[in-house]
């Protein structure tokens, strides 16, 4: 029998990269997205088809905070797995939307399990909420597991707490398979681009090529476990493979600062990061957290999943790509390279 799966959040960089996933693996895959006059698509499209052609892959409109309609959706196309991915997912734009993030994020959660609740009177349907490393802020224990308390530091981290409870409040109150995956710092070239990550491999792109002077960031002391997204939605997927509902922490287990990021990403393109990163104290948050660091142990002994790609080849992968795009837009724009 094929599986059915939804996925909020389909058309961000985890959406894309699980959605491929699931195609190779069968799936039929439904997506939510939400409307818009302009499309967003841009990182599924090489894997949508038209409707008219029997397409294995089927967007549907719809909004997390919009509780009917998402539990409409869920009791029409009857998935075996729900991946919730969707959220305002910007921690220091979170500190100026704080309720809009509280709504996607927890409300937008517990709309979901609510949603499947109703889909789990007629049939099992699998939740993987998509929680954050974030969640532990001021860090109460170093590295940091799926029983370390969490300490948020932000209206984004608050609201994934939320979330985490009421998946796993939905399981032991109803008996549902809802899992949390709380995933630490995972990159990739399809990251949006005012990431921190992202941001300085499009920049040393476009200084590289002659299109950038400057590249201004907040806090380069900050210390992530940085993985890549593509290895990170297996972990996902063998989540909801799992006997049993539960929680993972997916991580790499390796800490590195945004400084060292940034270093090596330079060194890839032959500069000296130094000459051309400068501090801007608008991009540093209210509240800072300064160190996140993953134990994996439990996913790689019960799921068999680590974190394949290590921190060097993740900057190589987003540094080559974004260079390649500096250097087709340089060539539209005739720009002259360093």
């Not at 997390?64 to 991915?85: C, H, K, R, W």
């Not at 002391?221 to 997204?229: E, I, L, M, T, V």
Request: proline share 4%.
């Amino acid at each position: 029998m094929t599986k059915n799966a939804l996925i909020t959040g389909i058309t961000g960089q985890d959406g894309s990269y699980l959605a491929e996933l699931l195609l190779q693996k069968g799936y039929q895959v439904h997506g939510l997205v939400r409307r818009s006059s302009t499309f967003s698509t841009e990182r599924i499209d090489h894997i949508y088809q038209d409707v008219h052609e029997h397409p294995k892959l089927l967007l549907h409109y719809g909004d997390l905070t919009d509780g009917q309609a998402l539990s409409n959706l869920v009791l029409e196309i009857e998935p075996d797995e729900i991946y919730n991915l969707g959220a305002q997912s910007h921690v220091r734009v979170s500190f100026d939307q704080p309720i809009y993030t509280l709504q996607t994020i927890g409300v937008g959660a517990l709309n979901v399990l609510e949603a499947a609740r109703l889909l789990n009177k007629k049939k099992e349907v699998r939740v993987y909420q998509a929680s954050s490393s974030e969640m532990y802020g001021d860090v109460m224990a170093v590295p940091q597991n799926e029983t370390t308390p969490f300490n948020p530091q932000s209206p984004y981290a608050c609201a994934k707490v939320y979330a985490f409870h009421q998946t796993v409040n939905y399981r032991r109150s109803y008996g549902m398979f809802a899992s949390n995956g709380i995933l630490f710092n995972h990159e990739s070239e399809r990251r949006g681009e005012t990431f921190v990550t992202r941001k300085i491999t499009r920049a040393a792109g476009r200084i590289k090529m002659g299109m950038q002077e400057k590249l201004y960031l907040g806090n380069l002391d900050a210390k992530r476990d940085w993985g890549y997204a593509k290895d990170y939605v297996e972990g996902m997927w063998r989540i909801l493979q799992h006997s049993a509902p539960d929680d993972f922490v997916l991580a790499t287990g390796r800490t590195e600062t945004v400084r060292d990021f940034a270093k090596l990403v330079f060194q890839q393109l032959d500069m000296n990061y130094e000459d051309y990163v400068e501090i801007d104290p608008r991009y540093f948050r209210p509240a800072e957290v300064d160190l996140l660091l993953g134990d994996p142990s439990k996913a790689k002994e019960k799921l068999g999943w680590v974190a394949s790609t290590n921190f060097e080849e993740l900057a190589r992968i987003m540094t080559e790509h974004d260079l390649e795009i500096a250097k087709r837009e340089a060539h539209a724009k005739r720009f002259v390279p360093h």
